[in-house]
RNA sequence: GCGCCCGUAGUUCAAUGGAUAGAACGUCAGAUUGCGGAUCUGAAGGUUGCAGGUUCGACUCCUGCCGGGCGCACCA
């Protein structure tokens, strides 16, 4: 990648110069390299000269000014010119031939093209969305879902050997409430047309039964088939129940009780998560006998990382969650796993109708399912509305603005750029390009080529910050410029050698397009 | 009370401490006898909640305040 590249090219001029006493002895801090936002300031830049001006004791300028001197004498020479402006940046820009060879090298990896290896021989998991089986998904905790599924996506472009996975909670209290309110005795909480198709459909005459049986039938006939609506394909349903059958829940408080961190109190027993920063300990078995929740993530989080190998595990959360990070951070610390847990804290989805705050609630039975939503807008708009925004964003959905919304939504836009380019495609006919690339001179052609090399530092990205809403703006970027070509540049025309280039140049925009819309799990039509 | 997150254009949202804060929708004005007009071009629209601070440089980091969401269980 172009962008290590220069790193590391950067990385040994400084060296270089210190060795030739220009600069004195000092450990080199990471350098960072972007793209700025006007092109006059160069295809890349970087401000290490104003960071390490205290350390090499001169004006950043002057810095500047050296450290291109040398870029230039050291070579290999990937730009046409590197200039310094102003507080110390040092601009790069790139050479033609470097971006027209990088149309073949687009053509020749095809769907590889930003496939990458930082993470090589590791194995990650994401789970996500993994809401009660209390009832069916709604709008807030499938938020998840696209990012979950996304970000799973992204990291195995990156390299890793990734899994995604919904975590069942079918057990403890609320699937004894579930109960109650199926068999609709005194202690029913739940409401909503789905309790009345359970109520039909469950026979067990046993809260807590009935409460098991309707959870399956939720997970399988409602939260199974939603996520699929979704374009979410899980490569595992771990089940609660399952860890407490297999005596994992056991296994696991038996080690913590062996390592000392288990006490009792008041008939209790808790987790002495504080010794692992934690604010509190945390009651792991409460005086009814019953393990909590936290019991059993403790299990399901050791069976990845021990039974499963897995070196990385991001878990998408709700922000109510939020107290039970500490917990669960504190006890995978305890048991060796320390750093290999990330957890990303969703934020709420406040929905409104006609501006109007709609307050969600299973129990009083008013909430929007995803499949409402789905049945309005469907599953391509709705990913890509969610994939937009930030994990941080208390993102604010009005549903009587949803249909509109959805009509002018950018996705297809982004489809349509795809869909057009399949058209000059179906009209070229040949598949095989003997393509001159010295021929793709027009502005457009070469900014377009610069927007397709950055799809692999889109995935790197990505892939180590977790910031998924980067891809639907790549899209869109990427989509414009398209749009742009295709308004200046005629592709098939009466020059052969200049049609065979842009057709290549179509061909290559293609593949990174369709790639870019499958990693965010959205159809690339061909026609629409 | 304490902790986490947020406050950016009319609206929904972007912006690894960088250069003139960007898109989309909406609004207004334009473009086709050329590969798909679901497109393109242009304009209007901002004191980035407020006040300080850190620094060459702050939407971004720190402090205080205002407003909103969430959390602080022997619930999951």
Redesign the pocket.
Known sequence: MIREEIVKLTGKAIKNLQKEGVFPAFKVPEI???H???E???DY?T?VA??I??LAKKS?MEIAELLSKKLEAQGPKLFTKIKI?????I?FFFSKEYLQNQVERILKEKDNFGQLDIGKDKKVQVEFISA?PTGPLTVGNARGGPLGDVLGNVLKKAGFKTEKAYYV?N????ILTLGHSVLKDSQAKYKGDYINYLQKKVKEKDPYKAGEKAAKIIIEEMIKKTSKRLGIKYDQWVK?SDLYKSKAVDRVLKLLEKKGLIYE????KFFKSSKFGD??DR?II???G?????A?DIAFHIYKFEKKKFDKVINIWG??????VLGLQAAVKALGHEGKLDII?L??V?VLEKGEKKRMSKRKGVFVTMDELLDKVGPDVIRF?LL???A???????LS?AK??SE???V??I??AH??I???LR?AKSKNFKADYELLNHSLELSLIKELIKFPEVIEDTAK?Y?V??IP?YA?DL??LL??F????????EDKALTQARLSLVLASKTVLKNTLSLMGISA????
């Open positions: 960072l390299i972007e700025p936002e006007n006059l300031y160069g830049s401000n104003l960071k001006a205290k950043p402006a102003k507080p110390g940046f601009n009660n909670n057990y403890g209290m609320q609660e109190k008041e008939g209790a604010e509190r009651v409460k005086s009814d019953w393990k909590t929740y936290l059993g922000a109510d969650h939020y107290g039970d804290l934020q709420f406040t509305l937009q925004k930030s941080d964003t208390h993102l604010n959905f009005d603005l509109e919304q002018n939504n950018p297809y836009y489809q349509y869909a057009r399949c058209s000059i009209k910050d910031q809403q980067r703006k869109i989509s414009t749009h742009q295709y308004r200046d540049c005629k592709v098939i025309s039509p061909e026609r629409m």
